[in-house]
């Protein structure tokens, strides 16, 4: 039978599948996580330009470090670190408003217009 806990190597030269026990990657945090995709920056869809880590760190952080951005075109929201977050509304020119999604759950959900 085949499964995800062991997926590889990435990009960054990290063993990656949620049966990997890892550290949040964001500098000073040592919440314990694993590498599996709910914890990616970024995820393996296509869609709009988060296209297979493309435009994305493709590190693993935990829930204090991810924020959600709806890329313009996508029907949903993708999880992402908060610099790739800020990568993403400069380049599609966010003004920074606060979306409907923010009112409810504040600093967690962006949308990139």
């Given at each position: 039978m085949m499964g995800?806990?062991?997926c590889g190597?990435?990009?960054?030269?990290?063993?990656?599948?949620?049966g990997v026990r890892a550290t949040c990657d964001e500098p000073g945090c040592d919440e314990?996580?694993?590498r599996g995709l709910g914890y990616l920056c970024g995820d393996n869809y296509e869609i709009?330009?988060?296209h297979d880590?493309?435009?994305?760190?493709?590190?693993y952080y935990c829930g204090k470090?991810?924020?959600?951005?709806?890329?313009p075109g996508a029907d949903r929201y993708v999880q992402?670190?908060?610099r790739c977050a800020a990568e993403i509304e400069k380049r599609e020119g966010n003004d920074g408003s606060v979306s409907e999604s923010d009112e409810e759950d504040?600093?967690?959900?962006?949308?990139a217009t």
């Open positions: 995800w806990s062991l190597t990435n990009r960054h030269g990290q063993e990656t599948g949620y314990q996580i694993d709009g330009d988060l880590h493309d435009n994305t760190c493709a590190k470090h991810l924020i959600y951005v709806k890329v992402v670190c908060s504040p600093g967690n959900r962006r949308e």
